[in-house]
């Protein structure tokens, strides 16, 4: 009979080793393998004996499904990131900046349930009760019966959960200040972080209550990032902004139980974070539009329109290779906007430095920004202002043809609400109403709109005259 041998195992990519090592090969990750036996599983020939299964009942896709009983807050910018709100027996992790707002957020969600008349527990890890109290007043939560506990000690924080009435909802500010018994490493570390997050989702699971767990993102590898317990919840949400503007939004990235691509708008002001229901009226009111180089896009943030103003500075180089720099967009986008330019319409920016900005810190994901981004780009390079009542939106591609995007209607019905009087946008547009009191302006190639920009002026008057 062949010799029994053992074999390690990665426990963070799978990867079999034949013996033991610090790091693994196979994915860079330290402290990650450890002993496992292969006999006995499928394929590991004779070995244990193996336990004799018991069957389970099988059942058809059709069926009763039983709703996710959701604890909504009343915060309809958070019952919306959360996709209707927080379903109970889940886990939901919630990351950011440190100092953007997440206590804040919570803290007033807390509030809110509690009034509802739920059962909320905050836990602090990070903060002395005095100052959680001092935030409360600050938010005017202090006369809700929100329970209150600092602790990091993670079999503590489960024995106080488990007694007295189950709680709904339990805050765990932050996973980093964790720690636990079953894990020998240091608080923060990889290895804490997760124990103590697998200990809560699994109270979670067993009691229904929700779980939502903070987690700051660490520009330091010593601390574990939120990156690490992301595949254990059910849902992770981060908490974005700028510094320097006040404005916070909470994008969804994953959800088992609704939409991932939904954001919720937040106003930070002296007393706590302030729902924003109209982002658009937001991200445009700071708006110059009468300088070359801005141009409005007209996006789409999951289910909801959102218009942003892109602004483009194209201006003579000093350097041997030009500045590319870029905010709030993907630079590799604009490189490829560049080159489509060169290559196709003639539109020479090798001998410039591109500035490019997304107005008010805000971030944009979608390709469907292109046409509006390749339109301030050649309007600064031009020096020619383009019309302050035009939206933009259209995909580019590498061949310089404009792709249709989705959700046309949608776009230019905001566009509408918002004052604005015409649209530069793919030929072949799905749900495009003709006859809309927005003018239309189709194109395919991005020749196209280099002619309209040039021409501007012109075209502009001859369409107010055929009117
Ligand atoms: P906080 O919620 O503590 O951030 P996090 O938990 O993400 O680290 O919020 C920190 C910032 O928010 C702090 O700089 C002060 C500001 N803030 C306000 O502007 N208004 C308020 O009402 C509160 C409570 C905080
Ligand atoms: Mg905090």
Known sequence: MAKARVQFICQACGAVHNRWAGKCEGCGEWNTIIEDDPTGGIGGGPGRAPTKGRPVALTSLSGEIEEAP??????????????????????VLIGGDPGIGKSTLLMQAAAALSRKGHRIIYVSGEEAVAQVRLRAQRLGAADTDVALAAETHVEDILATLAEGKRPDLV????????????AESAPGTVTQVRAGVHALIRFAKQTGTAMVMVGHVTKDGQIAGPRVVEHMVDAVLYFEGDRGHHYRILRTVKNRFGPTDEIGVFEMSGDGLREVTNPSALFLSERNDKSPGAAVFAGMEGTRPVLVEVQALVAPTSLGTPRRAVVGWDSARLSMILAVLEAHCGVRFGQHD????????YRIAEPAADLAVASALVSSLAGLALPADCVYFGEISLS???????????????????????AVLPQASADVQKGAPT??????SLID??????GSKNRLRSDEEER
């Open 449 to 454: 709109l280099v002619a309209l920009i040039a």
């Open 171 to 182: 805050i765990i500010d932050s996973i980093q200040t964790l720690w636990s018994d079953m």
């Open 354 to 361: 591109v500035y490019l900005n997304i107005a008010g810190g």
């Open 70 to 91: 959701r604890v909504m807050t009343g915060i309809s910018e958070l019952d919306r990131a959360t996709g209707g709100g927080f379903v109970r027996g889940s886990a």
């Open 400 to 422: 310089g043809a404009v792709r249709p995007v989705s959700q046309t209607g949608q776009r230019l019905k905001e566009a509408e609400k918002l004052g604005f009087k015409a």
């Open 439 to 444: 003018r239309l302006q189709e194109i395919n």
